[in-house]
Nanobody, 122 residues
Framework: QVQLVESGGGLVQAGGSLRLSCTAS????????MGWFRQGPGKEREFVAA????????YDGDSVKGRFTISVDNAKNTVYLQMNSLKPEDTAVYYC???????????????WGQGTQVTVSS
């Protein structure tokens, strides 16, 4: 089983950057793909990015392609989301998730963090 804790959210002006971290605990972390999702006010939960077991495959959501980068540091049991060129529409609660294989839908993920708020002002 896996426990996930996100950090790094906050308030930033449009055009700025934030780096989110998701620290995992549990014996099975290395066998799971990791993903980031977000949910803005009144919106559905949206896929952001995912990284496969071993870090060899990366998926990006269309809305963040070219601006956000997912990475993993296995030694620290941490997955990161580097967010650059932030826009007000990026404002959302960002969730870290873990699942048995990489995917783009919430159904593919078994474990979820509590979320961290990202607010981008114009």
């Amino acid at each position: 089983q896996v426990q996930l804790v996100e950090s790094g959210g906050g308030l930033v002006q449009a055009g700025g950057s934030l780096r989110l971290s998701c620290t995992a605990s549990g014996r099975t972390f290395s066998s799971y793909a990791m993903g980031w999702f977000r949910q803005g006010p009144g919106k559905e939960r949206e896929f952001v990015a995912a990284i496969s077991r071993g870090g060899g495959r990366i998926y990006d959501g269309d809305s963040v392609k070219g601006r956000f980068t997912i990475s993993v540091d296995n030694a620290k049991n941490t997955v990161y989301l580097q967010m650059n060129s932030l826009k007000p529409e990026d404002t959302a609660v960002y969730y870290c998730a873990a699942g048995p294989d990489i995917g783009r839908t919430t159904a593919r993920y078994t474990y979820w963090g509590q979320g961290t708020q990202v607010t981008v002002s114009s």
